[in-house]
Each structure stands twice: as C-alpha cells, then as structure tokens.
C-alpha cells in the first residue's frame, strides 16, 4: 500500500497542468459559469481539439483509436485536472469516459469509424438520452418507442434533463423496441435528423445545462442501433462500469474550499469560529478521494469494482454538499458576484447527488451489496 | 499509487487476524463496560506485534491495519499507543501506555508504565510510581484511570510534541476506524434478524439509508487512517482525526437507534464498542482541537503567535 504517486504519473499530471495553464483563456473562470452554455460548448470543442493533438484526450483508449493504452490512473489523474479546472472539456468528458469504449465494444465497424476518430480528434459532442418524464430512476420504465419499419426504426416519445443536447451533434439514445428491460435498445441518433425538438429548461445550474428533447416521428436507419435490438441493459452496464466512479468532483470542491478559506483570510474572517465547518468538509473531500482512488486502484488491478464504487460516489455527494454549505454561510457574497469559480462550482455541486442516477439508488445498492441487508420488498 | 497490500502486510495482517479470531467470542456473562483482556495483550507482546511500526518492511501503516482488526474485538487491551506513538517518542520508554489530557481521567492510566501527559500546549511524558494513579469507575468502555499530582514530568520539546499529538490522531483514527467497523456489523446483525411487521428491519429503507450512510462515512474514515499511517503527514493525520470523531459522533447514535432497547442492554455488547468509541471523541480537544490542527495544517491558520501561510 502506497499513497505516493510514482514519478510517471507527477510527470503526466504536471504535464496536463501545464497544458491548462497554456490554453485556458483569462476569461477561462466566467466562462466555466454556465457548464453547456454556447460559448462553453465552442470553446470545449477548440479546447479538446488541442487535448488532442498533445495527446492528453483519450490516452488511456487503444492506439487503434488514437490513444495510448495508457493505465486507469492515467485517466482519472486526468479527470482530476480536468474538473478541477472547471470541466474545459465540457460534455465531451463522456466521449472519452464511457462513450467511445461502449462504441469500441458494441459498435459495428461502421459505427466506430464514424464516430470514434472524431472522438478522438476533440471535435464532437454527443448527450445521453436516458432519462424521461416518467422514467428517472426506474429507467426501466421509459416509454420512447422505436417501431421497425422495413429496414428504418421510427422513434417517437420525449427525452428530459438532458445535458448538453443543445450543442450535441449526436444522442446516445435509449428507447424501446419491445416489452420489459430486455425490450429497450440503444440507438445512435445524429442530432440534426428531422423530428428532433430540444428546448432548454431553465436552471439554477446554469445555461444550456438540462433540456427536453421531444422525438417525432424521428426516422433512423437500422445501422442507427447499437449492438442488438433489447440490449441495452447490458450496455448500459457497461457504460456504468466504466463511469463507475463518475466525475471526480472532489476535486473541484477541495480547491473551491481552499478558495473560499483563502477569501476569508484575505478579509479576516478566517477565525475559529468557521475552523469546524471548514475542517469537516475538507476531511469529507479527503475521504471522497481516498474512496476514488481504492475503485481506480481495483480497476488498474483488473479487478472490477462493486459496491464499493457507490460508497465512492456518495462519499463525494456528502464532501460537495459540505463545501456547499460552507461557501453558502461563510462566503455568501460568491453567489452575488463575487467570484465566477465558486458560483460556478456551486451551482454544479447541488446535482451531485442526482445526476448520473439518484443517490439513494447508490445508498440502497449499499445496504443491500456492501452491508449485506436484507432487500426491500417490491 | 497502490492500494493493495503487500505481502508482508498480508502476512502481518493474516496473523493478526488469525490471534484476534481467539478473542472474537462475545461474552455473554460480562455486564461491565471495560473488558480488558491480559491474555490478548500477552499474546501480542509474545509475538512482538508492539514493535510492526518499527520493522522497515511493515511500518506504521501495517501497525494501523493491525489496530484496525484488533479494535474489532469485544474486548480491548492497550494497543494503539504502544504501536504507533511509543516508537515516535524521544528515548525508550516501556509499555503499556496511558494517556491523561488536562488532569481528566484517561485510558490505561492506572496499568500504564508510560504515561503521555497533555497540558494545555505542552506533551509531557511519565513513568509514574505504584500508588501515583489509580483506577476509576467509568461509564466509557476502556479501563480509566487517574494520575494524581505531583507525578514527575519529562516535558517533550515542541518538534516532540507536535510529532506525539501527530501519531495519537493517527493511532485515534485507526482505532475508531475499527470500533466503527464493529458497531456497524453489531447493527446489520440485529437488522438482519430482527423481524417487525413482518419482515426483517433491514428491509426498511429509512434504516437501510442510515446504515448505509454510516458504511461509507465509516469507510472513510479507514482509508483516512491508513493513508495518514502510511504518509506520517501531518495534513493527513489531522483529517483523519477530524473525520473519525465526526462520523463516529453520527454513528454511534445511529447504531444506538438501530438496536433500540437492545442495544441499551449490558448483555448486548454493542456498547463495548460505542463506549470505547465515546472515549476517543474527547481526545485531543474533540472536533475543536481537531478543527484546530486541519485549520493549521491544511489551511495554513496561524499557529498561536504565528502569522499564517498562504495554501493551495
């Protein structure tokens, strides 16, 4: 058991450290405020596009695919930069997280050369089609249909809470195409095929994050699904596997925490009085990272991670509710124009414990696989 | 980076775990809250597990994992101190080690060779004579004891101090790490096998919830407590501290609620655990004086007379 990095991997973060310090603009820090918003989505395309020619986009994909076979620590060190930074990738941190290798494992060889080079080359965005109206949580209940028509699917129903799709160019789309989870099928849908309606939802998360997307009557062509008709489950599962972790956000919220503190010492309002709060969510932050690092650790020793990875995942859900809190009471005057990052950060923090599946789903998962408890009744 | 074991840490661990197992029976006539065992102590002296944190190849980190296990066991003996800040110590000075903060009563105190004296600032250590301290009645689940006045002090110079406050957060977080792991299980048991309305209480999910939440705050705190062990930083003990008394302050109410009524028996042993665990919550200033070293250590908040550096 060792807490250090190895020389390589100090190298490869001081590397990508360095390349945020040469290619985020000085405006970088408003920008990052509002996570999908037109500005953010062409600047994460310029952005990724440089990523990728210094090759720190996809390292850890095979050289196939313009990576490097690089280990999982590679990867996660990278997402650590990445968030920290305020996410200059935008939605493209799923092309590279999750999107691209399910493409590599379920894709024909159509489909993965049509998407997976521009992948790698930094220049598209895609949104994840899951969620709707009556369908969060219990996704197996979604009701989007896909009706075979000859060689063509025509798919009509209603996507909701989906992130970037203002921007995306295409949708990795869930629907149904027969009865139960086995009756829903994966479709990759260009986002400019006619019948697609998006409509941006106001948030308190910022512009351009969450949106409806109505689907009418939207014709695909059959190569349009991935893998087979009703295998979505299981690759979804695998998708899953591979976010298991999800975004390391522990890392923006520690450097927002030492923000913070840093502000109040500037005005003098570091004292004793903010010590516990502010302690207390710097140890939750530690512990949210610790619980990252032990799943990547599994990963890298090609162990696949179980439970453990929810626990992971609300550990960090607990840390960002705390920096929350801390900010909220202690630097009130962040959220009314006083600095871009903490607003920013905060804005995002508060889906922590819902985007990417609930975290109570993540708590039951825990009962019932970590501690062993008895299930619920259904 | 890597967090799996080594194979000296395995073996450690493995043989640890093989010993504990001979004092895993809960007893069912014991209906006290101290339950000390001389025989596990004997047989942890014989083996020279005292001195893992001393040996290159295990170190302190393989002593935490070590204090971990041992902390799950019903009864208790002194094993913390003696790993893990015994071998920090200028000088040699002999086991078991007590701890006194204050002029309160403290754990071990009236067994110990060794006694670590927290006043205010300053870490003093003694070797205090028979008819110095003595045994006192307590509600917490350690054996507690009194110094009297007068006890001769060796006082620890400042570097010393802080390297001996550094070392019992760690060996704090460690040993709440796995009383925290013993409470729980306690509570799954009963969760398990007790039935109401029909089904087992586990199957609630207001409880599932809670306990699951109390799962990960308490996995938290253990990777805090090896990571601080296996860095020796003072950054990382100070967290790991702070996070072992504030999930145990949660959990020990939650476990407490899980058991109802049970849990408030002496039969039940639950308490060994949470009375033990409501013994460290105290030490080393509780969260404040745990606020106190993360503020300083991680924040860079100035130390009394200090002006304060700049982080991150």
Known sequence: ?378 | MDFELTSDQEALLSAIDKLAQRFETKPTEFHGFALVSPELERELEEGQYYDVAQIPELGPLAAALAIERLARLPCTAEIALSMLLRPQLPGDWPRPFGLVENGRPGRFVASARTIVVIDGDSVSVAQPAAGEVEAVDSLLAYPMGRMKVGVELTRLSEADAGTARKWLRIALAAETSGLLQAALACAVEHLTLRKQFGRPLGAFQALRHRMAECAVLAGGVRWLALKAAGTADEADAALAAMHAQESATRIIYDVHQMLAAMGMTLEHPLHLWTYRLKALLSELGGRGGQSLAVARHCFGASAPGQPSEATH
């Not at chain 1, 969620?131 to 949580?137: L, Q, T, V």
């Not at chain 1, 923000?259 to 109040?264: D, P």
């Open chain 1, 1 to 378: 058991m060792d807490f250090d990095w190895d020389p390589e991997q100090r190298a490869f973060r001081a590397t990508v450290r360095d390349f945020l310090a040469a290619h985020l603009p000085p405006d970088w820090e408003s920008l990052a405020h509002g996570p999908a918003s037109a500005a953010q989505s062409a600047f994460s395309k310029s952005f990724c596009g440089g990523l990728a020619r210094a090759g720190l986009l996809v390292p850890h994909w095979p050289r196939r695919w313009g990576g490097r076979d690089a280990d999982p620590w590679t990867a996660f060190i990278l997402a650590e930069e990445m968030w920290e930074a305020g996410e200059p990738r935008g939605g493209q941190y799923m092309n590279v997280n999750w999107i691209g290798p399910t493409l590599m494992r379920f894709g024909t060889e159509r489909q993965q050369e049509r998407y997976i080079p521009q992948m790698a080359r930094g220049e598209t965005i895609w949104c994840q089609g899951f969620s709707e109206p009556e369908a969060g949580s219990d996704l197996a209940s979604l009701r989007t249909r896909a009706e075979k028509h000859g060689t063509a699917y025509r798919i009509s129903g209603q996507k909701i809470w989906t992130s970037y799709a203002g921007h995306a160019d295409t949708c990795f789309l869930l629907a149904r195409t027969g009865a139960g989870k086995d009756g829903i099928s994966v479709f990759l849908l260009p986002m400019e095929t006619p019948g697609i309606t998006v409509r941006q939802i106001p948030s308190i998360i910022g512009e351009g994050d969450i949106h409806e997307v109505f689907l009418d009557e939207v014709t695909l062509p059959a190569d349009a699904l991935l893998g087979a008709e009703g295998q979505a489950w299981e690759i979804a599962r695998t998708a899953l596997s591979l976010e298991r972790v999800g975004i390391p956000r522990f890392a923006l919220a520690t450097r927002m925490l030492h923000r913070a503190v840093e502000t109040l010492k500037r005005a003098g309002r570091f004292g004793q009085e903010t010590f516990a709060q502010a302690a207390t969510a710097r140890a939750a932050c530690e512990a949210a990272r610790l619980y990252s690092y032990s799943i990547i650790d599994q990963r890298r020793h090609g162990k696949t991670a179980g439970p453990e990875a929810s626990a992971a995942r609300y550990a960090t859900v607990m840390a960002e509710r705390l920096v929350s809190e801390f900010v909220v009471e202690q630097v009130p005057e962040s959220l009314s124009g006083g600095d871009a990052m903490l607003l920013a950060h905060h804005q995002r923090a508060i889906v922590a414990g819902i985007a990417s599946g609930a975290a109570e789903i993540q708590l039951n998962l825990i009962a019932t696989e970590l501690l062993k408890l008895p299930r619920e009744p259904r």
